[in-house]
């Protein structure tokens, strides 16, 4: 995959979120994943570097509270940043593309995945009809589709998807309690629904066992 930022560009961007206000570390590194909308977070090797090397040329100063060490844009830094304003546009877009890009891997990692449910999920359904056909219950006076065993799969099926429902509505609930949920966790909520709809709609329309001949 090619590099999310172009040489020296993560340091631009950097002072661009230090303009705001002072900030520390974890928050620099909140912020660009949430610019990338989830789909890239750098980690702390990457990022505290950059800032040694900002300090150093005088660009950024630090001060600490406590055991955070907060950072924020000194003059010359301003300086720096003002004079790179196109530059600065072209990291932007360049940010535009790479979350672009990196969803679409994303995607097509999930379809990758899904594929493999199916047919994992085709798989078991033609092992039920193995079954079925082995004893005998394929229609006729035994047919099993309304049976007490049938009426139990069903109760379980809903229960298994309204866990679901409900487990997931938890999850998403809590994390947007401390950062927004993002454009690609809403790609991938939409992805997987759909995927697991076709196949669950699948496995259901290959019922009753077809009869071998």
Do not use: C
């Amino acid at each position: 995959m090619p590099p999310v930022f172009a040489h020296g560009a993560l340091r631009l961007y950097l002072l661009a979120l230090l303009e705001s206000g002072p900030k520390h570390g974890y928050e620099l590194i909140k912020a660009l994943s949430e610019r990338f909308g989830g789909t890239y977070s750098p980690s702390a090797g990457t990022i505290y570097p950059r800032l040694g090397k900002l300090e150093e040329e005088g660009l950024v100063a630090t001060h600490t509270e406590g055991r955070r060490t907060n950072y924020s844009i000194t003059p010359a830094g301003l300086t720096e940043l003002n004079s790179r304003r196109d530059e600065l546009a072209d990291v932007e877009n360049d940010i535009s593309a790479s979350v672009r890009r990196l969803a679409d891997n994303l995607r097509q990692d999930i379809r990758v995945n899904m594929r493999g449910l199916r047919a994992d999920l085709a798989a078991t359904a033609e092992a039920a009809r193995s079954s079925a056909r082995a004893s005998g219950s394929a229609g006729g006076a035994g047919s099993p589709w309304y049976s007490p065993e049938g009426e139990r799969r069903l109760k379980e099926a809903e229960m298994l998807v309204q866990a679901f429902r409900d487990d997931m509505r938890v999850e998403l609930r809590r994390h947007a309690g401390s950062r927004p949920v993002t454009a690609v966790t809403l790609e991938t909520v939409k992805t997987v629904l759909d995927q697991a709809r076709i196949s669950i709609r699948n496995s259901l329309e290959d019922w009753p066992p077809r009869a071998t001949s």
